[in-house]
């Protein structure tokens, strides 16, 4: 179970207290090179206070701030722990960043200080450092092909850490000072929006940065933790970007509640490291869970022909089962002993392959997960719940155990800080919601009506078990050519059940005449389905206008349709040339689409849909083997669906 937040009331405190509680039990265990290495509570924090001392005798002073790109891994920890405890901010970076991104998050921000994992890290910086007059230094843990960098401002994290070892000498208590005079109400953390609306000058989405106090991101874990126990015993992967939701889970709620943090050694590793951890929690984007479906789902189609009937079978009684159990009907001893039975034949061995085969908790994060795609997860018996915040307010609802539903996004935490507004509209308030934007409070001031309540711009309802439902970004919310009101989000996330499509946006309004879909395939699933089916294509290009794969997505469309009112369902549809990509600004950083910008920028097709056309022709990128980029013209068909 957590600490007492009211006695132990800053992260950097937390810190402390755990440490002397546990010591030299493990806190953090890296893969490097395919070794796990451990670090107790007392190694974390002895590196900690020499990165701290070595920032402090450099200059960092409370109220600074200081960025982090890179990676997870300890060291990323070690220099928020660092930073937070002098009084300062943490601003975490994605690793994805283009560099203009990077220059406008530390430009803007006035970041005095910066931590780059490695050379391409670093090379985004060095690219706009010119630009940004207020930093100062750049700390960097991964010394490969920097060897020959020559500039005063750049510095290696030992050299660092150096630093803080002969401070310490003069400053022997210095560290356990500036823990004690950390207040609850001091900001810890930038949280960035995802920039869904705004461009900045050099044309990169423009995010908010909401700054979080050590209360209230501690406020919320411990409303998490109050439905969804923590405890010490517990293993949790650190995958999800710190930038964002792994300040919770991944740096916040191990110092609350002791559990250890394990780091994979690549992201490409991930599944093979979870199978060596076999973790008890972890938080995946709802891009990732739906690929794993679509993973599992492309397997089971090329496995044997037993092992696909037995598996087929087994899961099929598992989701009866499950529904059963979530509407508290008695579920027969002979269907129990079947479902056991096909647990230990098929579900045991796959979740064991998905790394997941002692998960307890498993969270959404980012886009909202599709009803059918939580059921399959829950059938498989890994407990996905989905969760409820936004950047600026935190984490607001939670799934109790014995209280999942595929419809809502969970129990409300605290229901005197949550409401719905005459318009639909969810509005939160109180000690969990952050304290300001930096450098824009009257940006800040502009989300909150007179009587305090902030506007989130969601469309929700709450229910009579005190659940909420929440439906879609009230901008975002359509209505029909029919006069229904619908919810896109809702349907994309039934599109990308399907095995064969990745991802998909859902255009509709009433000026338009009917519903329709931009999909882009899923090309790995796509390409083994066609090869089994003898098809021949060359590019993502090709393979996204054949015939046969078009067929293959329209039977998919028809699936989705069959549970949707006849004015909201897909009439016409469209296999997109290329995949979605927030390089491209058509994504945001956590996995959302950019809805205005993607109907802006593909406008022209999009009439193309809606003029009664068959075709409509797009100019596409080619990148060869040989580094060689082309492009070539293409007709992309438009279809029709019953």
Known sequence: MHIDIEKIDTLSKALRFQTQKYGEKTFMCHKDHG????????????????????????????????????????????????????????????????????KYVLGFSKAKFAFAKDQEMVDKILHVKEELPDLQKVFYWEEKGLWFYDYPWLMSYEKLQELGKEYKKTHPDLFEKNIEKTKPEDPAVIMLSSGTTRMTDDGVPRSQMAVMSHRAIMLNLAGIMKYDPWYDTDRWVSFGPPAWGEQYFGITAP?????????????????????????????????????????????????????????????????????????????????????????VVSLRPMRDNMGLKYIRNAYNSGALLGPDTIRYFHALRVPIKQLYGTTEVGLHCVHPDNEIDYETVGRVINPDCMKISSDGEILIR????????????????????????????????????????????????????????????????????????????????????????????????????????????????????????????????????ENLSEGTKIRSFVNLHKEFDADDAELTRSGKLRRKFMEERYEDLIKSIYGDKDTYEVVASVKYRDGRIGSIKTEVKIAQVE
């Open 35 to 102: 070794i796990w290495n451990p670090y107790s509570w007392n190694e974390v924090y002895a590196q900690t206070e020499l990165v701290h001392l070595g920032l402090v005798s450099l200059g960092l002073q409370k109220g600074d701030l200081v960025g982090v790109i890179g990676d997870n891994d300890p060291r990323w920890f070690w220099a928020e722990y660092a930073v937070q405890a002098a009084g300062a901010i943490v601003a975490g970076l994605y690793v994805d960043y283009h560099y203009a991104e990077v």
């Open 255 to 343: 110092l609350m509640a002791g559990t250890e943090i394990c780091f994979p050694e690549e992201p490409e590793t991930i599944i093979h490291d979870i199978r060596e951890i076999s973790p008890q929690k972890l938080i995946y984007s709802a891009q990732l869970w739906e690929m794993m479906v679509s993973e599992v789902q492309s397997r089971i189609a090329d496995a044997y022909w037993l092992n696909r009937f037995l598996f087929n079978r087994f899961i099929d009684l598992a989701q009866d089962i499950t529904e059963m159990k979530r509407k508290g009907k008695k579920v027969p001893f002979w269907l129990k002993w079947l479902d056991e039975l096909g647990n």
């Open 430 to 561: 109180g000690p969990m919601v952050a304290s300001f934007y930096l450098n824009d409070k009257e940006a800040w001031k502009k989300n909150f009506d007179k009587e305090g309540w902030y506007h989130t711009g969601d469309a929700g309802f709450i229910n009579e078990k005190g659940h909420l439902i929440f439906y879609d970004r009230m901008k975002d919310m359509v209505t029909s050519a029919s006069g229904e009101k619908f919810s896109p989000q809702y349907i994309e996330a039934r599109l990308k059940f399907s095995p064969y499509i990745k991802g998909c946006i859902v255009l509709g309004g009433e000026d338009k005449k009917f519903v329709s879909a931009i999909i882009t395939i899923d090309y790995e699933n796509v390409g083994n389905w066609a090869e089994t089916k003898h098809i021949g294509y060359t590019t993502y290009v090709d393979l996204s206008q054949k015939p046969q794969v078009y067929e293959l997505v329209k039977k998919a469309i028809m699936r989705v349709n």
